[in-house]
């Protein structure tokens, strides 16, 4: 008797497993879906940058072409040394606290349109040795702001880690010359 309730409760089940209905009415069409956008980064150097008493210890202007935008944010960084055949870069702003005579600091700003770099002291920046003032080297990095809020966790003040968040190189990096 056991038997006989299995086998017609297997019977039942695949009975019921093996009903099928008419089909149901067909979906909607999907509306095509906005090709994605390149969201990308890009770095740019400037050299020869001299600061002096005559131009107010201030660069001159570099302009993006095109304007970066709006919500995009920038890094700055300032060529501070070489080891061992290896660049070293600083974040800016960058203070500087090895002088008797003060403290000074560099510096930057920028627009959508363009950017500068300067000089802060609380002495007479005419009295600093020419390697603090002369041929400096910056680079400027554009980080789009989803990707930046994307990658929170990087360290910004990392020159390494943030060429390494955007997938960039030396050979991506573009020389910028001054505004006329």
């Known amino acids: ?10 019977l039942g089940l695949s009975a019921f497993f093996a009903c099928e209905g008419p089909p149901g009415p067909p979906g909607f069409d999907g509306r095509d879906g906005l090709d994605g956008i390149t969201i990308l980064g890009e770095v740019f150097e400037v050299e020869n940058v001299n600061f002096n008493s005559v131009n107010g210890f201030k660069s001159d202007i570099f302009e993006f072409n095109p304007p970066i935008e709006p919500s995009d944010k920038l890094l700055a960084f300032i060529l501070w040394d070489v080891e061992n055949n290896t660049d070293v870069w600083r974040a800016l702003p960058q203070v500087n606290f090895e002088f008797s005579n003060g403290v000074f600091s560099y510096n930057y700003d920028f627009t959508r349109f363009d950017f500068t ?64």
């Open 117 to 180: 770099f300067f000089m802060e002291g609380n002495f007479n920046l005419s009295t600093l040795p020419s390697e603090f003032t002369t041929n400096q080297v910056f680079r400027v990095v554009i980080i789009p702001a989803d990707f930046a809020s994307a990658n929170s966790r990087v360290n910004f003040d990392d020159y390494d880690a943030v060429m390494d968040m955007l997938g960039k190189t030396d050979a991506d990096v573009i020389k910028l010359q001054p505004k006329n």
């Open 1 to 10: 008797m056991k038997n006989l309730i299995k086998v017609i409760m297997v």
